[in-house]
């Protein structure tokens, strides 16, 4: 919502100037969003009088003029302009003045030697257009001395607010008034609309057939008229704001869809065609409206139609064939009461926002239809001449009236802050609202037909199994509750809602909760150990197209997507792996490299809520780097790596994993593998099979790796306890096991970890061969033990006692012996 500060005064007697009604507005919840003052960067600007203007003696160009700027003073200025000349009135600006259009603050100086003490502006120095072909020219009239912004009228700040759903009554220079002489800055002016004496009988009447959407309808002729662009006073005040001009018929009801928020509408009488408009649900037919576009409107649509069809979209915008142009002469006017639901509906609908929808959805003063047409009437007789007939109307107008009470002692309770009684009935007053009955507890009050907001009657929409004498009593108890509520705001927002103390809210506990869940925790640290180890993390539709999802497995119909945006996007991924080298194979396309890339996000395999998993996926993919000491590419540990890096991240301790070659079909079969603790996958990684490598046109060699992030149990808590640092050195001691060839690495390890818990701290595999220094169909693995005493160093005795059972232990689990 616009308005100037002049127009704001037509309804508000004020002295408070624009940065205090700002304040005063953003504080009473009308919240400022600019205030635009054009005559500022005009205000040091003054009307001067060119006294004289000859040729510069040093210059083709320039001309020397002596300037009367008002004060009785003769100041010389050197102007280049071709329109300066003796006689003439323009804009002077003296040193020391910043000039708006150039960045420059004005200096006194010689040029070509006569002295410059101002200068005399154009339209684009001054920031007022891009004119520059000369200096600006004012008529013979304009007073010289006077302030320039002033004298033009660009001194007049535009206030922009934004006024939320609630509150239709703001979206008027009135109501906006209103709201401030409430809260103590002015007074509000009276105001009400002597009735036009009618002159003959409306030649066009209302019918309504669509009581639902249009209850009530007023309208009256007008004739004798004489259209044609409106006084200035009115395009300069509708212009203010970013309305057109159009002709002075439709200004008027522009004018007053924002003086008083009353839209209305006006047609040129003579294109009606028969003596009837109707209100009535649309057939279909189209009709070019005033935006230049057809509408058809349907039938939980409303238009206005004559004997030939539709003429506008009621309550939303009208129609071309019927709009008032400078050759109207007869004219009849609209005031209609509309659905502020039906009129959202129909407007979302056809897509069309207008200042007259914004108004009508959110609630007009029912009550001000006679006044405003009156108003309406008068002023287009006054600009236009001619006469107006009586009025006429159809359906009756709605119910508005209401009361609304509130307890004193809930302005603290609900508010936090107490208001003596007699203020609140004073503020109460000055809001409209009219009392009509109060004790030492509580006032009653008749709520004004302006504010649809207050104790608006509205559907509660409850639950069908809810019994009925419980719906009964809950309706009951919102009815009572909540004209309350309404009041208390009205108060404590014009009391100010800076003043309403902060207060803290209760805390729950000294120590506050966590706001993550632990999935959420273990998502945040798997994302940024993937980051850590030099992976750019991608951000993916969670969509594939069929053909790349059945490379990862199957593409279920329960995964298609039914209205997908894209061709290509019409499946749910089954991992994020598809989509990481979909972006491995496009960068590849344009020369990149190397791709190291993961993705945190959902693969889906089932249609059930079950079948969806939360992934942490990474890929490796390239040529490898070239290096003076060799390049290597990526190999199927760099990915294990990857997902055990992980999986200690959330949590997961490394020892109690083992390695299998169980890796799904996406992987290559003999470079591949999972990781499981117990019978629990929660990872696999290895290397892509070389099929989907070649369907997607990924020539380089590529390594993968997803962590199952919903199959990592949670950890155990326990509460922290001081570090373990053992007092002794560690005993480290390395075995060289022969076992056969089908034998796992991983196997040798588990059975040394635990071989002597107490004692044994890790084993680790340093070393694996296979060749002719041993049999064949066996291999030989070096895996190096630490042993890490508690309470003693231990004796060789020991050391050889915990060897022969790390030994014994291999042995039995996986068959091996001592390599010679």
């Given amino acids: 919502m616009k308005f100037t500060l002049s127009w704001l005064g037509t309804h508000l007697d004020t002295d408070a ?38 040729q510069h003696p040093n210059a083709d160009r320039l001309r020397a003029c002596i300037v009367d700027p008002g004060d009785g003073a003769r100041v010389s200025v050197v102007c280049g302009a071709p329109n300066a000349r003796t006689g003439m009135k323009g804009v002077f600006a003296a040193p020391g003045s910043f000039i708006p259009g150039t960045g420059v603050t004005l200096k006194a100086g010689e040029i070509r030697g006569v002295l410059s003490a101002g200068m005399l502006l154009s339209a684009r120095e001054m920031g007022l257009g891009e004119d520059h072909d000369g200096i600006v020219e004012l008529p013979e009239d304009a007073p010289v001395g006077e302030a320039y912004a002033r004298w033009a009228g660009l001194d007049d700040p535009v206030i922009h607010i934004k006024v939320t759903p609630n509150r239709g009554d703001a979206l008027s220079v009135r109501g906006i008034a209103r709201d401030l002489a409430a809260a103590g800055i002015g007074t509000l002016k009276p105001w009400s609309a002597a009735p036009v004496p009618a002159a003959f009988a409306s030649p066009i009447t209302w019918a309504i057939a669509s009581p639902g959407y249009c209850p009530y309808v007023l309208g009256r002729s ?23 001009p159009i002709n002075r018929l439709v200004d008027v009801t522009n004018f007053f869809t924002f003086d008083l928020g009353r839209p209305l509408h006006v047609f040129d009488a003579s ?8 209100m009535a649900p649309g057939d279909g037919r189209p009709f070019l409206a005033l935006n230049g576009k057809e509408v058809a409107a349907g039938h ?59 108004r009508f959805e959110r609630g007009i003063d029912a009550a001000l239809m006679p006044q405003a047409l009156e108003a309406a009437t008068r002023m287009m007789l006054e600009i236009c001449g001619g006469e107006a007939s009586e009025v006429v109307a159809a359906g009756h107008p709605p119910a508005w009236q209401r009361t609304a009470g509130m307890r004193f002692t809930r302005l603290a309770g609900l508010g936090g802050l107490a208001v003596p009684a007699d203020e609140v009935s004073g503020i109460l007053d000055r809001l409209g609202f009219i009392a009509t009955a109060r004790d030492a507890e509580r006032i009653t009050v008749a709520v004004p037909s302006w504010r649809n907001d207050i104790a608006a009657p509205t559907a509660l929409e409850q639950a069908g199994t809810l019994a009925p004498e419980l719906a009964a009593r809950a309706a009951a108890g919102r009815d009572a509750i909540e004209p309350e509520a309404d009041l208390v705001e ?33 998502t945040a640290l798997a994302r940024r150990t993937l980051a850590a180890r030099g992976l750019a993390e991608a951000v993916t539709f969670s969509f594939i197209e069929k053909r790349v999802a059945a490379l990862f497995g199957s593409a279920p119909a329960g995964l298609a997507v039914e209205n997908p945006i894209a061709a290509d996007l019409d499946q749910l991924r089954p991992t994020p792996v598809a989509n990481l080298l979909l972006a491995a194979a496009r960068n590849a396309a344009r020369g990149a490299g190397a791709a190291l890339l993961c993705e945190i996000g959902p693969g889906f395999n089932a249609a059930d809520e079950a079948g969806q998993r939360l992934i942490a996926a990474a890929l490796r993919c390239g040529q490898g780097v070239r290096a003076w000491a060799g390049s290597r590419e990526p190999d199927p540990f760099d ?182």
């Fill in 17 to 54: 100037d624009a940065a205090a009604i700002a304040a005063r507005l953003s504080a009473i919840g009308l919240e400022v969003e600019e205030v635009v003052d054009r005559g500022a960067a005009l205000a040091p600007f003054r009307i001067a009088r060119v006294i004289e203007a000859v």
């Fill in 222 to 244: 007008l004739r004798g008229l004489a259209n044609g662009p409106s006084p200035q006073w009115l395009r300069e005040r509708l212009s203010a704001i970013g309305l057109r």
């Fill in 271 to 278: 294109k009606v065609h028969g003596s009837v408009l109707t």
């Fill in 300 to 358: 939980d649509d409303c238009v206005i139609a004559d004997a030939a069809g539709p003429e506008s979209l009621a309550g939303i915008i009208g129609g071309e064939r019927s709009g008032c142009d400078e050759a109207t002469t007869d004219a009849f006017i609209e005031c209609a009461y509309f659905d502020p639901v039906r009129v959202a509906l129909s407007g979302r609908r056809h897509g069309i926002q207008t200042d007259a929808r914004y």
């Fill in 490 to 522: 009205e108060v404590l927002r014009i009391r100010g809602l800076d003043s309403v103390p902060p207060v803290s809210m209760p805390a729950v506990a000294p120590v506050p909760a966590a706001t993550l869940s632990p999935q959420q925790q273990r």
């Fill in 639 to 820: 990915a294990k790596a990857d997902a055990l890096a992980v999986l200690v991240a959330i949590g997961v301790n490394p020892d109690g994993l083992m390695a299998t070659a169980e890796a799904p079909a996406w992987y290559h079969p003999g470079r591949s593998g999972v990781l499981k603790a117990g019978r629990t996958v929660l990872a696999s990684f290895g290397a892509l099979h070389p099929r989907v490598l070649a369907a997607l046109d990924l020539a380089w060699p590529a390594v993968a790796m997803e962590v199952f992030l919903d199959a990592v149990p949670e950890p155990k808590r326990r509460k922290r306890g001081a570090p373990d640092l053992p007092a002794f050195q560690p005993v480290r001691r390395d075995f060289a096991f022969l076992v056969e060839a089908s034998v796992p690495a991983d196997a040798v390890l588990r059975a040394a970890r635990g071989a002597e818990r107490t004692l044994v701290a890790g084993a680790v595999l340093f070393d694996a061969y296979a060749g002719d220094k041993v049999a064949p169909g066996t291999k030989s693995l070096g895996v190096e033990v630490t042993f890490q005493p508690r309470e003693r160093t231990l004796t060789d005795a020991e050391i050889e006692a915990a060897s022969a059972k790390v030994v014994a232990a291999v042995a039995k689990a996986t068959g091996a012996t001592l390599r010679a």
